[in-house]
Every structure is written in structure tokens, then in C-alpha cells.
């Protein structure tokens, strides 16, 4: 299993396809009017998550993730092999 930054693909080309999270890795909420952390878990189990955005700056990705919304670094996914 690749991380995805290390697969032959444009990132954007990510979204709207599955990610593999390892346990371990921390994911948060944004607040949306001001930009700020509004809530943070870690993962206690490795999931496969639908992957929904990714960051402008590439540098984070938003997931859902038990029922909701949440962001983690892009560095943290994994590819799923169709």
C-alpha cells in the first residue's frame, strides 16, 4: 500500500474515491466561520474512508469519517487499490 503523495497521481484526482487511515492518526474539525480547530480525536482503529477534498495547499484532506466531517494531513492516507 502506497501513501498517496507517493502514487502517480495528481491529488485532486483523490477526491470522491476511498483512503485507507492507519490507527493512530489524529483528525480535526474546522470551524468554518473563523478558521480554527473546533474539535480533534485520534483514529483507534485503521479505517477505509471516502476521501471528499483536498486542501488548496495540498496539505490536508477532508474524510468521513464516523458519520461526520473531519480533516488530517494528506501524508497520513493511504491508497486503496481498486
Known amino acids: 500500500m502506497k501513501k498517496l503523495?507517493?502514487?502517480?497521481?495528481?491529488?485532486s484526482e483523490f477526491?470522491?474515491?476511498l483512503a485507507y487511515i492507519p490507527s493512530e492518526v489524529f483528525v480535526w474539525k474546522m470551524?468554518?466561520?473563523?478558521?480554527t480547530v473546533?474539535?480533534?480525536?485520534?483514529?483507534?482503529?485503521?479505517?477505509v474512508v471516502p476521501l471528499i477534498a483536498?486542501?488548496?495547499?495540498?496539505?490536508a484532506a477532508q474524510i468521513y469519517y464516523n458519520g461526520t466531517l473531519w480533516w488530517t494531513k494528506v501524508d497520513d492516507l493511504y491508497g486503496v487499490e481498486r
Open 15 to 17: 477526491e470522491g474515491s
Open 38 to 47: 473546533s474539535d480533534s480525536i485520534k483514529i483507534g482503529k485503521p479505517a
Open 5 to 11: 503523495k507517493q502514487m502517480n497521481q495528481k491529488l
Open 54 to 59: 483536498i486542501s488548496k495547499n495540498s496539505i
Open 31 to 35: 470551524d468554518e466561520s473563523d478558521q
